[in-house]
């Protein structure tokens, strides 16, 4: 017969999981759904309870959101407007049912390639803290989700928050999202993005995450350096196809690549535009 | 491991001990046996299993029960006062038609609850964001909106209809009560304890053989094994099929298998909890995959592989309209226009999974199961068992929605077999990927026409071919070879036509019956070319409809003269104003520079309402018992339509008696008499027909006990009848008179089956006995750069004769055009890739445009009051209707069919780079 725990004290949560062979779960909405022909008898650690994963909250540093936050929690949370974007990717996972249980942890460990929470926080610069008995460790989002459902999580190693550091708190922020339905919908593309402008009004700097079109959504490096100090109306103009070298889109029922990497285009021009509106 | 768990239902403190990994769906309804709370997906996709968890909707199925512990729970069995008075939201849900099969309804409550608790009086656009995580496949969302709109008023519960006046009132659902607390009981909400489970094995390639390996070690290894059955088990017949002389589907496959889904063995397991825990993967049986025949192109192709031994070819069966020189008529025409379409696989997408039980008792076996044919499963599981059909009983349970998927067999055969077989009660239950690949699709087409139009606007001839994917195995593949020649044409007057269709076998799933039987298909591709032949003489889409509509006394294609109740050109003309207001802001918006672009379509339509060419009676009956209370025997299964409530509107205004006299005892195979299946949008017309003569009947019965003339007016007073005419009064005291064996004084019967003619070679003769009319325009959005569609608004113009109940009717033309919608922009079944809800997508309520409904009331003298049916004439004219504003919106449309962002984008892609290369 299969175990379920679920603990309130961290330090039972990581012994336990120090086993080895237990199955972490969180909100469950991505657990059940891969479960539906038969129940499986996997023992089940459930981390919905741990104090120290809950709580969205300013630290010395920025900004913390406990892994066991729910997508709810980060919509309803008090945050700067360079997380408008990450609330609007938000409102967009599943519906209402979806957003009050499922966690931003949850969403970085299952590290579906079109998971809508990794795009809007690597536009935050967001790092991970990770947790085991033996310690905790920090990585950024993108050295943390590797490729499809492929994460840095060592054995033992439980996500516990994911913090966003100040200097990506300032300036704005946005997030569009392509699906072929208006709510319920998993992601064709996906593009966040954050802009921060400098005193003279040019660009200071921007993050922008493309989602979808990698194995791991991917930050646009070389486009970022190209857009800083040009002002905020040039932006969506100095897009060109060099800067999404790096997309390596698939085809699927949703779309097929060359869709894509045109939507993503469409998409980044048109993020850059909204950034350049809100900024 | 279990735990006992302790949190709150409805209010009162729940103990119970089960595993915490447990799905609070799972323990709520089995557990805590609150079945009112359903479950669609167990994936969280579909939301039906929506309830309140600490004051937040939730979708019951994605939380551990353990996650419950300390808390509290609300499902839409604790929505009603303790008194069973509805909530407000719930009497919206009523006043508003706003259930329909009712399968979705608790989910939709909840998270409408859920919303109201935190905005008493939300705006359009929050309420689509509360509903937006729940999927309802029937309504067309628009009821349920208005009514979550509109629980602020509080206004007063529909009023029951005076007597004689039921016909034509807004009566609210008869069996809606059930719908809104939980009550209604569907197929997997009866299960007895002690039953048997059964779970299907699949084969998980398109074309194999197979052979079984050491079954019986297998089952000795699995817990809760108690037997493995397989063709050999099958007592009387291994076959079955919608046809008598094409039973070719075996109940489970011999050493061979046609499609991915196909059933080869059942599995049956002691509990349901072993059932739930049941892995088939490591079921011992060797496969060896062939390449399949995919398409109608391959099963077509010189060489093809015969996949069955009748068919040469891979062609189930031909149909052909022919009437006049098509050839001639293309010669005198002024321009001709020509076009090649094609559509994909469709999945009915009723939220309620296929779900049942059987029972064995003595030498009858008993079925309850979701089905929208109880007749014709009482006759496949005779033929099957080997027994006669009269010791075979089938009631259906509710029906959470059917739109043609539940007329084929599914779980009622395998049932069959194993309870016949082990003596004792057997359930099962499909899981969502399992229903996805075993049932039935709407056909793909792949079609070709041309028409022929003059200078002043005349079509001088029209030319169709479509060949049709019927999959495996033949199902209803007949039926739709048969019924779109005669329709490809479209409502018009054309010169001439040669109609031809194919359905041909393939190695995808069978495509049997689904809403419109390939009409809806045909129209896309005969309606385009009504507008490319309208732009060639250049006139307005709808003017060139209006001119060529068939009115009453023209011959149609097939030769047959419809003398009355032709209201397409009084549905076109409804719709001029808002074409107009279309037009004018599809101008405002495209002179402007913006991100999109305005189209506007309109598509038509005709449908004939009952089988083409083939008798199709319906008998109903209608007792009067000594209490003075009526029973309507009613077999015309209600899978969310309406017949249990207009069935009984219609049977009282005939009898002159109160609807709420009216009880009755519905789709049961002992008990009520054939009413045929619910498909090709008969019931109301059909067996509508026959409760008016059934009514009809009990009241000349009752004026001859009374002695009194024809025109003697009946009042009905508990156990008395007060006959009045001319002649004076009669006060008839029911209590003394006598009684049949059945406890009913008097016993009114009707019967109806539309008078047709057979179709000759030619397709010529008299297929229905009448046809449904409509007209629809769609107003549409589509972001070019992206290729994404959002319909905006559409009119909806129908004539159906007389509107028995027009909330009804409006019901279902919301969810005509919410499934012609999803036809045309996002649904596509592909065998493998869409097994679930989340990548097969169906439109949700943040797709659905407002929609007006005009209802024109042509009267058709054969259907009761002058009615004739909509199911079907809902969702034909809107595909066409869409793509013709995706036409003027960007100046194409893709020739494949639904328009996936991704083949609108390549096809704007594409013009553009012609233009440039221009």
Redesign the interface.
Known sequence: ????L?PRDLDEALRTLADGGWTV?A???D???AR????T??D?L?V?ALDALQGIGRTGAGLRIGAAATW?SVIDAELPAACDGLKAAA?EI?????Q??GTVGGNLCNASPAADGVPALLSLDAEVELVSAGGTRRLPLDRFVLGNRKTALEPGELLAAVHLPEAALDGAGRFLK?G???????S?VMVAGTMRLAADGTIAGTRLAVGACTAAALRLGALETALVGLSPKEAADRLDDGHLAALAPIA?????A??RM??AR??VR?CLADLAEAA | MTATLTFTVNGSECRVDVAPQRRLSRVLREDLGLTGTKVGCDAGDCGACTVLLDGAQVCACLVPAGQAEGGEVVTVEGLADRDGTHSALQRAFARHGAAQCGICTPGMLMAAHDLLRRNPQPGRAAVEDALGGVLCRCTGYLKIVEAVLDVASNAPDTEAPAPGTAVGARVARLDGVGKLDGRDLYGDDTTPADALWLRVLRSPHALADFAFGDVDAWAAAVPGVVAVLTARDVPGHNSFGIYPTLKDQPVFAEGFVRYRGEAVAAVIVETRAAFEALDLSGFPVDWSPREAVVGVEAALKEGALRLHEASPGNVLIRGRVASGDVDAAMAGADAVVEAAMQTGFVEHSYIEPEAGWARRAGDRVELRVTTQTPYMDRDEVAHVLGIAQEAVRVTPSVVGGGFGGKLDQSIQLPLAVATWKLGRPVATLYHRPESFAATTKRHPARMTASLGVTRDGAITGFRFHGDFDTGAYASWGPTVAGRVPVHAPGPYRVGAVLASSAAVYTDGPPAGAFRGFGVPQAAIIGERLMDEAAGRIGMDPLEFRLLNALRAGDPTATGQVIEASVGLAACIEALKPAWARYGEQVAAHNAKAGRTRLGAGIGCMWYGCGNTSMSNPSIMRLALKPDGRLTLFNGAVDIGQGSYTIMAQIAADALGAPLSLVDQVWGDTDLTPDAGKTSASRQTFVSGRASELAGRDLRARILRLANAGEDAELTFDGGRIVVRDAAGLRDLDLSVLPVDGDGHLLVGEGTFDPPTAPLDADGQGTPYATYAFAAQIALVEVDPELGTTKVLHMTAAHDVGWAVNPTLVEGQIHGGIAQGLGLALMEEYVPGRTENLHDYLIPTVGDMPQIDCILIEDPEPLGPFGAKGIGEPALVPTAPAILAGIRQAVGVCPDKVPVLPHRLRAAIRAAQTREAAE
């Open positions: 017969m299969s175990r379920y679920r779960l909100g469950g909405t657990h059940y759904p539906v022909t038969h129940d008898g996997e089940i459930d919905t709810r409102r599943g519906g209402a049912q979806i009050n249980r392509l072929a339905r208006r709510y319920l919908v998993i064709i699927d029922v949703r779309g097929d060359p869709y045109d939507t469409t998409l048109r």
